[in-house]
């Protein structure tokens, strides 16, 4: 009784603690330090209310639901209501919570005298309209989907049976269960309105909160269609997930029938909704132009008007496909990725980082073939990458190396295989793939006709992309050996150091704990654009921007 008294302050203490610690990073970000609020400000806060929207919205936890597992040794599954809760209220809440805290971050009105706005502001004032329809037509999909489910029965798991072959022992035939469609239905027909209802909410306090005195009132209303269609792009790919989620619990074949093939088509579709939002840009804000941090030297096309110039910046678009090639294929045969790989988790993150680093080599290549000439003046940065990015990576690298010694002791004392293995090798191929595109970078003959400091500029950026590249990746892999071989660790710090006791634990809490923290610092480095400030360099090199 006493424990279960305590578990529901335990289990709102965490996000309690997100929230603070959301709040105190927007509020860091609107308040620019030594200078104030200003629209460059208010609109790289933003760009992270989005971001860290984007991040709390992942239904990955909840793609079983429902699912009966025929293997004992996997666990009950998404299938009580302990379990199904949490894993559908903390991403449907998480977006939601997010997108609220951004809006009351904003500074409150500082100055004496403050000019009246008379006019009556609607949600409608300010609603992308195409992006509108669509997101309803995607909730009114997904309530079709989820609606199918409840016509649906459930079916008991079949268990593998064991065959040997006087050599090995492997498990085979058997199937995955599912409990009742309408309580699944239920689950996700609530989570749906959860969703719909607080997007209405959050829709309606952007259009009713005060406007800013940093901006005027042409560029407030852009700030609110802003934050409308990030939140918008967020809810979508939720409801799309929890449409997917249907789809799974529906495509499921009844075991007792015999061995089915199955696909779930609605796990398509909400890849193709996830590419559809990725694309769909917010309009910027005018009044947001280049700051003192970051303002490249006169001279310079940072209109994009050089055909180099956009070459480059559409790679950075061409990069995000990249990386989600090998997670959208995931979504569709990771069980046959799983068993055909032995690398798992770790063979998945350098698949990813493989295909980036391949198009930044490619990207490099076609711009010294279209561009390239060798009486055009070259340029080299300095320096080539920003003191934080560097800081990053070098962090990255060395969590990496500790993580790879400790594990490999544990696994020693515990006389297991080399798990720590595939995760070097891979780490080590991933790291040779990045020399291709710094060697090209820094050899590649000048850009004809480019402004000053525009080709040091676009080395610039290549270099950033592969330091930053290297960064999550290393930073990955450390949070893949600490999330699988985290007995590794207990071996080697001891369970009762963190007041654990049993030796017949699969898995060990603080490991487990440093691993997503880990995860979530990768995810944060590959997705938040860095940009380095501009220094003073010696002649006869150029100052130059570093964005990407």
């Known amino acids: 009784m006493p424990l279960q008294s305590e578990l529901p302050p335990l289990l709102l203490l965490g996000p309690l603690l997100a929230a603070v610690v959301v709040y105190g990073v927007l509020r860091w970000v609107v308040w620019a330090p030594r200078t104030g609020t200003s629209p460059a400000s208010v609109s790289e806060h933003a760009l992270w209310v989005g971001v860290i929207g984007w991040l709390a919205s992942s239904l990955q936890g909840a793609m079983n639901l429902g699912i009966i597992p025929a293997n004992p040794s996997s666990g009950g599954g998404l299938t009580s209501a302990g379990m199904i809760l949490p894993a559908l209220l903390w991403p449907v809440l998480g977006c939601l919570t997010v997108h609220a805290i951004g809006q ?12 009246a706005v008379l006019s009556v502001r609607h949600i409608r004032d300010f609603l992308p309209r195409r992006l509108g329809l669509t997101t309803a037509a995607i909730f009114v999909s997904a309530a079709a989907a989820i609606a199918r489910t409840a016509t649906l029965p459930g079916f008991a798991a079949v268990a593998p049976t064991q065959v040997s072959d006087g050599q090995s022992t492997y498990y085979n035939g058997g199937g995955d269960g599912r409990i009742p469609g309408p309580e699944v239905a239920g689950w996700l027909g609530a989570a749906l309105l959860v969703l719909a209802g607080g997007t209405c909410l959050v829709l309606w306090l952007i259009a009713s909160r005060r406007q800013l005195e940093s901006l005027d009132a042409a560029d407030n ?8 269609n990030r939140l918008l792009r967020t809810v979508s790919t939720v409801a799309a997930g929890l449409a997917a989620i249907a789809g799974n619990f529906a ?28 694309w769909w840009r917010p309009p910027r804000l005018a009044a947001a132009g ?42 569709f045969l990771s069980q046959a990725l799983v068993a055909a790989a032995s690398y798992g988790f770790a ?29 055009a003046p070259r340029g080299w940065p300095r320096p080539p990458v920003s003191p934080a990015l560097l800081t990053t990576a070098v962090l990255g ?20 295989g080399p798990g720590w293995v595939p995760a070097g090798l891979l780490t080590a191929g991933v790291s040779a793939l990045a020399l291709p595109a710094l060697v090209l970078a820094r050899r590649r003959q000048g850009v004809a006709g480019a402004p000053a400091g525009l080709d040091a500029a676009l080395r610039a950026i290549t270099v ?16 893949v050996l600490l999330l699988t071989g985290s007995n590794a660790w207990a071996a080697v710090l001891g369970r009762a150091a963190f007041g654990e006791t049993d030796p017949a634990a699969t898995t060990w809490w603080p490991a487990i704990t440093a691993g997503a923290v880990l995860g979530v610092a990768a995810t944060v480095i590959a997705v938040i654009p860095v940009r380095g400030p501009a220094r003073p360099a010696p002649a006869p090199l150029p100052r130059t921007e570093v964005s990407a």
């Open 104 to 115: 009351v971050s904003y500074p409150g009105p500082r100055r004496m005298r403050r000019q």
């Open 251 to 278: 495509a499921r074949p009844d075991p007792a029938q015999g061995m089915r093939s199955w696909a779930n088509p609605e796990g398509l579709a909400c890849a193709a909704v996830l590419l559809v939002m990725w």
């Open 464 to 479: 950033h992309r592969v330091v930053r590249t290297l960064a999550a990746t290393l930073t990955a892999q450390a949070a």
């Open 290 to 331: 280049l700051g003192v941090r970051n303002r490249p030297e006169p001279g310079i096309a940072t209109d994009g008007q050089h055909p180099a110039a956009r070459l480059v910046a559409s790679l950075g678009a061409l990069l995000g496909l990249a990386a989600a090639v090998p997670l959208l294929s995931g979504v």
């Open 397 to 416: 690298l060395l969590s990496f190396l500790i993580v790879l010694a400790v594990t490999a002791l544990g696994q020693a004392r515990l006389a297991g």
């Open 347 to 375: 063979g998945f993150v350098a698949l990813m980082a493989a295909s980036v680093l391949l198009v930044m080599t490619a990207g490099e290549l076609l711009l010294q073939h279209n561009y390239g000439r060798p009486d």
């Open 221 to 228: 209303a852009v700030l609110r269609t802003i934050a409308m």
